[in-house]
């Protein structure tokens, strides 16, 4: 499924075999998960990205050939973080998250909403057993940007996910897992969206604008609503932190100084490390995390999108060739 300029529709077309590059695998692609950001990148928010190009950066794949490191058959991960240089200060400091010249899958690489892609070895995760394709899929970014997003809130005992999506889902579990309480926010009247928080053990759930009645130490924002940063900060405390996990976010209204005053903090989280990717997949069987994921058949990638653009998802869609 190609997207031949921002704005259209994917189109599904037969592409020549993706060809490895020295140090890539070959994958046959068993599932792909869908991410806010493949729709932001379908709808031009994310500047110049390669066209045309296949999306998808939470690949599982199944090894074709490899440069070495796996064995033909293995199942492997491909998360949104593709290539980095080793060489800028960020990568040498440790946060290669952050590199100068970083690729990412399904944007400056092609990705899995595709029979078969490459990928460099060095950025591919084994994954945990016991995730049947489809349920390892949303892990790969929904859940490990996710997890990086839930580690910005610091220690936060009682912490609000606003935005209940596919990564939320997946933060809420492991966040419950730790014996924090959750304070799910959704848009107003999302009953759906706030009985599905509450199955994964949210204590509170409502209006994210309004929040709830307690005060919280942190507040994740997963939704791309920039009217939510200064909402969350009049509901975390003195030194509270207020974590922007998405890639893209609506302009953020202008708020009096009061709001950050106390020490309060805005940050956002970018991307992802391979440290940060091999520390949640260890944790994720752990808590164990259960995905809850609609598959939806390659070809049908657009409806995906929509569905994911409408907010009519539960959980996590996945594409499956
Ligand atoms: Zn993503
Ligand atoms: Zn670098």
Redesign the pocket.
Known sequence: MVLESAGSPLRLAELADPEPAPGEALLRVRACGVCRTDLHVLDGDLAEPKLPLVLGHQIVGEVVTSAGRFDPGARVGVPWLGW?????????AGR?N?????RFTGYDLDGGFAELAVADERYCFALPDGYPDEQAAPLLCAGLIGYRSLRFAGDAERLGLYGFGASAHIVCQVAVAQGRRVYAGTRAGDDEAQAFARSLGASWTGDALAGPPDELDAVVVFAPAGELVPAALAHVHKGGVVVCAGIHMSDIPSFPYELLWGERVVRSVANLTRADGEEFLALAPTVPVRTDVETFPLEQANEALDRLRAGSLRGAAVLVP
């Open positions: 980095t240089c080793g060489e800028c200060r960020f990568c040498r290669e952050l590199c100068d010249r970083a």
